[in-house]
């Protein structure tokens, strides 16, 4: 079990561009990991914390930001609910890598870090 709490106190001494870099580098690696069947486990593990980055970086974004943070939040619950049909399907698992990289991509935009 992680310590989700030590992990919280980590991440939020950052500031808010440097937050959304780094939820935008876990939705890349879940493109990364995703290609080979053994991470099964560890992508689970980053789609859960990635969720956990949204729910502390949220409140402190401008409100445009935490609506597409929102939007994120929704989409990765959903992969994780149907996670064992999309991991076992590779065409799925595919798009669910492709989409993330997109979300990888919005997000790194809006941090403002490549300005």
């Known amino acids: ?19 959304l870099g780094g939820l935008a580098a876990n939705l890349n690696r879940i493109k990364s990991f995703a290609s080979h069947d ?8 980053i789609l859960d914390e ?32 149907r996670w064992a049909s999309i991991w076992a399907d590779p065409v799925q698992r ?3 890598a492709e989409q993330s990289s997109a979300w990888s991509k919005r997000i790194l935009d809006l941090s403002g870090l490549l300005a």
């Not at 053994?38 to 593990?45: D, I, K, Q, W």
């Not at 990635?50 to 994120?72: C, H, R």
């Open 94 to 96: 595919n798009r669910v």
């Open 50 to 81: 990635s969720k956990y980055f949204i729910e502390w970086t949220a409140a402190e974004a401008e409100i445009d930001t935490a609506a597409v943070l929102v939007e994120l939040q929704i989409q990765l619950a959903c992969w994780q609910r």
């Open 1 to 19: 079990m992680r310590d989700w709490t030590a992990i919280q106190e980590r991440y939020l001494r950052d500031d808010l561009p440097v937050r």
């Open 38 to 45: 053994a991470n099964h486990e560890v992508v689970e593990s």
